[in-house]
């Protein structure tokens, strides 16, 4: 654990302030459905939230809609009521809000979460005989700093937060974008989109029909098979009549001021393509540093050790919810299986809080 607490060294902190026995990180549904649950038994909990409410789905583009339909982004047991079959973004925001709002739920905003670090509490001759609190720091969006103190933690913080880089130059140039809001500015202009999955499909489509020049370079000879069954054969089509052009099996090497250079097994093996915008639509990752400084074991591709049965991990009181569990691959935990992660975990934090209280009965 050591260098876990970051920029708490030498700050000062009380610590006879009040001790949660859960502190939920991030307000997204899986941290939501944990909320909802420690509330139902009782438990002293607070969320804290980097960003606002469902922050993912927020800065989801606007035009967005689900792959899945209402009933399984239920979360609480209220229900989702859509005159659509596949709900749009508008609709899930105004849906958290009703659930937030419903059970009251405790969250704070704009609260990014610097350090998590479990710390041994006087009691026992040994580690295990020892009663453990963790000791959490935080930063406010205005730069407050404040410590928070939790029997029990939960990491329910997704992925969508952070980008996967290509790592390559130019990648941090103005026009280069790892999230796609709307098409408008970027009619009659010559758009680069790398990547071959559903937002790389989606957001090829919506830049053609709205007058954009339209190259998908994917580094496979095909696109993703994941892709929404209503996507898949439209941009497919599109591809095949030259309406959007794709250079399949190729990689970018280099992104430069107006244009973009690739490699490929085609002939000459090197193309540079001209691009007034590029979004490099390459899929996201959880925050896999703030995990290994509060002392989750990370396996080859990212994945974090924790028990399936309950989702604590090799850190005793530390658990995680949705898309913390994923690693590298994000392809199998959406919210439709991540809403229930924190109702099994509370489940168990609570019967356990149940059986100390016992044994000092």
Request: contains cysteine; aromatic residues 10%.
């Amino acid at each position: 654990m050591e260098g876990a607490r970051g920029g708490m060294e030498g700050r000062d902190y009380d610590r006879s302030m009040s001790v949660r026995d859960l502190l939920i990180i991030g307000a997204g549904p899986s941290g939501l459905s944990a909320a909802i649950a420690a509330k139902q038994r009782g438990l002293d909990y607070q969320v804290v939230e980097r960003g606002v409410l469902v922050n993912s789905i927020f800065n989801f583009p606007p035009q967005m809609v689900f792959f899945t339909t209402p009933e399984l982004l239920e979360i609480g047991r209220l229900p989702f009521v859509s005159p659509f079959e596949k709900p749009t973004r508008a609709e899930a925001l105004k849906y958290y809000r009703k659930v937030v709002e419903a059970f009251e739920l405790q969250i704070s905003f704009e609260e990014t979460v610097l350090s998590v670090e479990r710390e041994l509490q006087p009691g026992g001759e040994t580690a295990a005989e020892a009663s453990a609190v963790f000791v959490v720091e935080t930063r406010s969006s205005r730069g407050v700093h404040r410590v928070r103190h939790a029997r029990n933690v939960i990491f329910a913080i997704g992925y969508y937060d952070a980008a996967n880089l290509l790592n390559v130059p130019g990648e941090d140039l103005p026009h280069v974008h790892h999230y796609y809001s709307e098409p408008h500015p970027y009619y009659r202009r010559r758009v680069v989109i790398v990547g071959g999955g559903n937002s790389a499909a989606e957001w090829a489509l919506d830049l053609f029909r709205s007058g954009a020049h339209v190259t998908l370079v994917h580094r496979h000879p095909e696109l993703k098979k994941t892709i929404k069954y209503w996507v898949k054969p439209d941009i497919e089509n599109r591809i095949k009549e030259g309406s959007v052009a794709a250079r399949f099996n190729s990689c970018v090497t280099e992104i430069r001021p107006t244009s973009v250079i690739i490699t490929s097994e085609r002939p000459g093996g090197t193309e540079e393509l001209p691009a007034d915008a590029v979004f490099l639509l390459v899929g996201y990752h959880t925050d896999w540093d703030l995990m290994a400084r509060a002392g989750i074991a990370l396996g080859d591709t990212n994945v974090p050790r924790y028990d399936p049965n309950t989702f604590e991990t090799n850190v005793p009181g530390l658990f995680l919810a949705g898309g913390a569990i994923c690693g590298r691959d994000t392809s199998n935990i959406f919210i439709e299986n991540g809403r229930f992660h924190g109702e099994k975990i509370v489940a168990t934090i609570a019967g356990r809080l149940e059986n100390i209280e016992k044994a000092e009965g």
